[in-house]
């Protein structure tokens, strides 16, 4: 049974305003709107369609995750996970390790630096070279990776995903 490779996509939440009450509560900003609603439209487009999103708890990233997912027509009930807003790239890779066995496509919506460095994590090598050149050079607000991978969730560790897209906004 030859299984088509699982998907796994690394997003960092949009622009943000700089101020709010608390920076857990911090709201997306005009262009972090407009940046979010771009990428939800990329991702419709690439038809990319996650069966599984864990999306920090943080305002900004639920904001975020809100308007990716209309944009790209999306139904789909994320889990917003407030350990993911203070995790660092260990703790993202149990998260992740913890996603069910059914889901194909996991995005994940989360902060910098941990985003970019669990995306710089995930990268085997084997994949993309332009789009590793340019995820290497910087992971700005609204930026995604597009990884695939072989493997069960549950075995999910650095360098076993094939970069396949690196896609921002701007």
Avoid: C
Avoid at 115 to 130: F, H, M, T
């Amino acid at each position: 049974m030859n299984r088509q490779p699982r998907l796994i996509v690394v997003m960092r939440h949009s622009k943000a305003e700089q101020l709010g009450p608390t920076d857990l509560e911090r709201e997306l900003s005009p262009r972090g709107g407009e940046d979010a609603a771009a990428m939800g439209r990329w991702l419709g487009e690439q038809q990319i369609t996650p069966d599984h999103a864990l999306v920090s708890a943080a305002v900004r990233t639920r904001q975020t995750w809100e308007i990716v997912a209309k944009a790209a027509g999306w139904t789909l009930e994320p889990t917003f996970d407030r350990g993911l807003y203070a995790a660092g790239p260990d703790t993202a890779f149990d998260l992740m390790r913890e996603t069910p066995d059914e889901p194909r496509t996991l995005l994940v919506i989360g902060h910098n630096p941990t985003i970019a460095v669990v995306a710089q994590l995930l990268d085997d090598g084997s994949g993309d070279e332009a789009a590793d050149q340019e995820m290497t050079a910087g992971f700005p607000p609204s930026a995604l990776a597009v990884f695939e991978y072989d493997g069960k969730w549950s075995d999910l560790e650095p360098a076993t995903a094939r970069l396949t897209a690196f896609h921002s906004p701007r």
